[in-house]
């Protein structure tokens, strides 16, 4: 399976999945929404910035989801995977605001990060 994911440009996400520093990408949503048991092993993922081109393809190499957060397991999950997320030890206490209320989480691990040719979709 081939995804898009859209990144929010002022954490220069990009810039770090390929430079090996973010090798995980989680959803975190309010229920099980996709990619919840949508992605395995194998499966192509493509991101973009908001506003910008699909400019990296990775692929998926395991995939771990969480149900039934609360904000001291979401603590937990970013303690453990934080930095494997491209978050520096500064960055956990603000990223921990916007997703601490959030039920659900699915981490996708990356591997074979590259650079592609941009495309445009909508």
Same mark, same amino acid.
């Given at each position: ?11 220069? #996400?990009?810039?770090? %999945? ?25 499966? %192509? /993922?493509? #991101? ?5 081109? +699909?400019?990296?393809?990775? =692929?998926?190499?395991?995939? %771990? ?8 397991? +979401?603590? =937990? ?18 990223? #921990? ?10 981490? #996708? ?6 650079? /592609?040719?941009?495309?445009? /979709? =909508?």
């Amino acid at each position: 399976m081939k995804r898009v994911t859209i990144m929010k440009k002022p954490w220069v #996400f990009l810039r770090k %999945i390929l430079a090996g520093h973010k090798k995980i990408e989680p959803k975190w949503h309010q229920a099980k929404y996709a990619p919840w048991d949508g992605l395995k092993a194998g499966d %192509i /993922i493509y #991101f973009k910035d908001i506003g910008s081109p +699909v400019t990296i393809k990775t =692929e998926v190499e395991k995939v %771990i989801q969480y149900s039934d957060l609360s904000p001291r397991k +979401v603590q =937990e999950i970013l303690a453990q995977y934080g930095q494997s997320n491209g978050l520096g030890i500064d960055d956990v206490p603000k990223y #921990f605001k916007t997703v601490k209320r959030k039920k659900c989480c699915v981490l #996708f691990f990356l591997k074979n990060a590259q650079k /592609i040719e941009s495309f445009e /979709i =909508e």
